[in-house]
């Protein structure tokens, strides 16, 4: 069965402090992995989509990597507007999509 | 372009009842899905639909069944409601790349 497990559950960052969020999953045949910014009481909004392992993609401050085994997203110089959960995701070959419980992170100004 | 639409935004329903929420995809999306996320948890997958067809379930009992219509609108079905199935309902809709999904905003659901 695909396992998806996010560390760690929460974040506290001074702004400016980089850091990193993991994300590692076991999946059947990797269709994609996903990071999601979910604001409280709104639907995920979409991030990244990453297909195989070396592969990279950046947005403003975020820039999120895939291993075989997991994922990283990397949070430069965060401002306290980066406060969210953030969730990572898998999709298999048989079209079910397993989220992690998310990061919450928090920026403090 | 208008996103992913949900309605209503909240409902409270009594256990036992039966709930329909709707939802109309992105424009041009012709593959919606549908989560139930709990307080605090990832989104669980409950299905897919793809051109009015079932494309794929979650570990949800029967009494959870859903539609697709040809603009690609859906509504998902909730019958003999049960306490624990209060939670966030939260479709998605995506395109030619099916596996990259986009989230409406969710109908919030209290069983009292």
């Known amino acids: 069965e695909d396992q998806v497990t996010q560390s760690p559950e929460a974040l506290r960052l001074q702004e400016g402090e980089s850091s990193s969020l993991n994300c590692s999953y076991t999946?059947?045949?990797?269709?994609?992995l996903f990071w999601y910014r979910q604001d409280p009481g709104k639907g995920p909004e979409f991030l990244f989509t990453?297909?195989?392992a070396g592969e990279e993609k950046e947005k403003e401050r975020l820039k999120a990597t895939l291993t075989k085994k997991e994922s990283f997203l990397h949070i430069t110089a965060p401002k306290p507007e980066d406060s969210a959960t953030y969730l990572c995701a898998v999709s298999d070959n048989n079209n079910d999509m397993r989220f992690g419980a998310g990061t919450r992170l928090t920026v403090k100004p | 372009e208008t996103g992913v639409t949900q309605s209503p935004t909240h409902l409270i329903k009594t256990r036992g009842q039966q709930v329909t929420l709707r939802c109309s995809s992105q424009s041009g999306h012709n593959t919606v899905s549908w989560y139930q996320q709990a307080l605090g948890q990832g989104p669980q997958f409950i299905f897919q639909y793809y051109r009015e067809e079932e494309n794929g379930r979650g570990n949800f009992p029967p009494r959870f069944s859903g539609l697709q219509f040809p603009n690609y609108s859906s509504e998902l079905n909730v019958n003999a409601l049960e306490l624990d199935d209060s939670a966030l309902y939260l479709c998605a809709s995506s395109g030619v790349r099916r596996e990259t999904q986009y989230f409406g905003p969710g109908t919030r659901l209290l069983v009292l």
């Open positions: 999946v059947s045949g990797l269709r994609g």
């Open positions: 990453l297909y195989s």
